[in-house]
């Protein structure tokens, strides 16, 4: 039986990676039912599961998309960041250091240890139990799912925290304020600056970043990766989508996604399918084929 559970694991794994690496279609799906108006982040996916969170610990779950949103149950300050496992285990971060957990899908929540730093600005985890968190001077690691953090250091010259990745653990990516992405396999006692997705250079694109609500995800499998970006293309308000196979050292060309309103939001789930929280409190998935 052991042997079969690592096949079937060692599967699993070889499956996220083909799919984060050879995916290069993206459908975009209608907008969800309108969450509440208070909800500050949010994320679906494919499956049909995801949830909110947003304003005084207001939470919402889903289990057919954001056809119907239901209100959860939770006690905790303003939340800002979001995440959730291939098996439905979510994770919040927000105001106050709060980071909260649930076990069922975002219906019930506990809070677990405070972060450091203040305001929870992005939540990552790899499965139940490993992942990391940040505000925008702290990041830190949890093997507990959040039941106790360990400081990491972060690049000497980083700067503020816009969002960050566990890829492992002690491995994982940070992204930057200013779009500067760096990469750390040792838990980061040594930082490899990888090439920026969204580079600050380029005049094509303004990101909405600097804000408490997430204004960029990225999630990485192996060496293969998606990094997505809210802001304004040429003026008007658009989600970018790019794609690594190398672990960061080279970008695809970024697909984008127009929008109406500038959106508030955006977060990737396991598989690389992005969550855009819209501005009139509706959510929008963008999956990969």
């Not at 985890?125 to 830190?140: K, V």
């Not at 492992?168 to 040594?190: E, Q, V």
């Not at 304004?232 to 308000?237: L, R, S």
């Amino acid at each position: 039986m052991k042997i079969v559970s690592a096949i079937l694991v060692s599967c699993a794994i070889v499956a996220t990676l083909f799919t984060l690496a050879s995916c290069s279609a993206w459908t975009r799906g209608k907008p969800s039912a309108k969450m509440s108006d208070r909800a500050y982040i949010a994320l679906l996916t494919p499956s049909g599961a995801g949830f909110t969170a947003g304003y005084s610990g207001g939470v919402e779950y889903t289990d057919d998309g954001g056809k119907r949103w239901i209100a959860g149950t939770n006690r905790s300050m303003c939340m800002f960041s979001a995440e959730i496992t291939r098996s439905g285990t979510c994770f919040a971060a927000g105001n106050g250091s709060d980071f909260i957990k649930s076990s069922n899908g975002g219906q019930n929540w506990q809070k677990m240890e405070d972060l450091g730093g203040g305001i929870g600005k992005s939540v990552s985890f790899i499965d139940d139990t490993t992942g990391w968190a940040a505000s925008s001077s702290w990041l830190g690691q949890t093997g507990n799912a959040g039941s106790s953090w360990s400081a990491l250091p972060l690049p000497a010259d980083f700067g503020l925290v816009e969002t960050v990745c566990c890829a492992g653990k002690g491995a994982g990516y940070a992204l930057s304020m200013d779009g500067r992405l760096f990469r750390t396999l040792d838990g980061g006692t040594a930082w490899t600056e990888c090439a920026a997705p969204f580079p600050k250079a380029d005049e094509t694109f303004k990101p909405l970043w600097g804000r408490k609500t997430q204004g960029a995800a990225i999630r990485f499998a192996g060496e293969s990766g998606v990094a997505a970006a809210i802001g304004k293309a040429g003026g008007k308000p658009a989600l970018l989508v790019r794609t690594s196979a190398d672990g960061g050292a080279t970008w695809s060309k970024a697909r984008k996604f127009a929008f109406d309103l500038a959106p508030l939001a955006c977060t990737i789930d396991p598989d690389g399918n992005v969550t855009v929280v819209n501005a009139d409190t509706t959510a929008t998935l963008v999956a990969r084929k």
